[in-house]
């Protein structure tokens, strides 16, 4: 079962300080966090230990344990088998890492424990949300990323109620601290992607299956965007000027070209929610020597995925079910 697909849905905040809760826009979040915004009740900014946060809609569907497993869920990875059937972390490990970890038995314990973590799914917002985020901060703007669409299967057992988001400072998770025996599915306010909606920590036996798709899409922009984007871009200089200015001294050369660029992809970026601007910008990067052509098509197909979800719903329909 599909639910709605809103990046620009109002989210719901919880104030501590006060007990207040409130519906706001993506533009007051905003606001906020620049200490523009108060707390309608007692007034505390973002910079307050009690200030309001994301929390659940109190009307969220998957908030029914019943139709958790109904729903679709989502989840974006570079590995192009996730979830691997025969995970082995340690398998990439060199002769000279495994010397530095101590040897094959805290390589053992090592595996032991990235084994152990949970598997992390989510709504389709969260999962272009975390892609987009890992572009970013993670240095993976340039890897091919893949789409999943679960399927848990119908006799899960969901834990009661929902936490708030049980991740380390590495987004990790240890599944049996959130499923407890006879748990296979816990539900968490996400804070970091889709905040204040609900994802999933849950083993891979909780899923039936997969439907998984290389994006962006390859053939999935829009062409007349991408077309004046090309047309821009190859009518401008790519050799590089030497910057002016009292900091020209700081900032290496630039390219008339790698200059229209960024500015293309900011331009773009400002057509997306408030809260996906700045990693949309920094995953569709202009460098100096980037082909304009690949680069406008990508850039204008990973906007598609968030304005225009019906046509990445389309390709995932026409994909192979994969069972886990």
Same mark, same amino acid.
């Given at each position: 079962m599909e639910r709605r697909i809103d990046f620009s849905r109002d989210r719901c905040m919880l104030c501590a300080g006060c007990g207040r809760e409130f519906l706001v826009d993506l533009g007051w979040i905003d606001r906020w966090e620049q200490t523009e915004e108060k707390c309608p009740g007692c007034g505390l900014t973002c910079e307050h230990e009690h200030a309001p946060r994301v929390t659940i809609a109190p009307r *969220? +569907?998957? $908030?029914?344990? =019943?139709?958790? +497993?109904? !729903? !679709?869920?989502?989840?974006?990875?570079?590995?192009?088998?996730? +979830? @691997?059937?025969? !995970? *082995? +972390? @340690?398998? *990439? $490990?060199? @002769? =000279?890492?495994?010397?530095?970890? &101590? &040897?094959?038995?805290?390589v053992a314990a090592w595996t032991a424990r990235q084994r152990s973590k949970a598997l992390h799914v989510g709504t389709y917002e969260a999962a272009v949300h975390n892609m987009l985020r890992r572009m970013d901060d993670q240095a993976d703007s340039r890897n091919q990323f893949y789409l999943y669409r679960v399927r848990l299967r119908p006799d899960v057992v969901v834990r009661e109620g929902w936490l708030v988001d049980p991740s380390d400072w590495l987004g990790d998770v240890v599944l049996t601290e959130v499923c407890p025996s006879g748990i296979d599915v816990a539900r968490y306010l996400n804070y970091h992607e889709d905040p204040g909606g609900l994802s999933l920590a849950l083993g891979r036996n909780a899923i039936a299956s997969v439907q998984e798709i290389a994006i962006p899409l390859p053939d999935a922009w829009d062409g007349g965007w991408a077309r004046e984007a090309i047309a821009t871009l190859e009518s401008a200089s790519d050799v590089p000027v030497p910057a002016t200015g009292k900091l020209a001294r700081f900032m290496p050369p630039s390219s008339p070209r790698a200059t229209e660029g960024r500015e293309l992809g900011r331009a773009l970026a400002g057509r997306l929610p408030v809260n996906l601007r700045r990693q949309f910008e920094s995953a569709v990067s202009f460098d100096e020597g980037t082909d304009p052509v690949p680069w406008a098509r990508r850039a204008s197909s990973l906007c598609g995925l968030i304005v225009d979800p019906q046509r990445v719903l389309a390709a995932l329909d026409a994909a192979e079910h994969r069972e886990v």
């Open positions: *969220d +569907p998957a $908030l029914d344990n =019943e139709r958790v +497993p109904q !729903f !679709f869920w989502y989840h974006t990875s570079t590995c192009p088998d996730w +979830p @691997a059937k025969h !995970f *082995d +972390p @340690a398998a *990439d $490990l060199t @002769a =000279e890492t495994r010397l530095r970890m &101590g &040897g094959e038995e805290h």
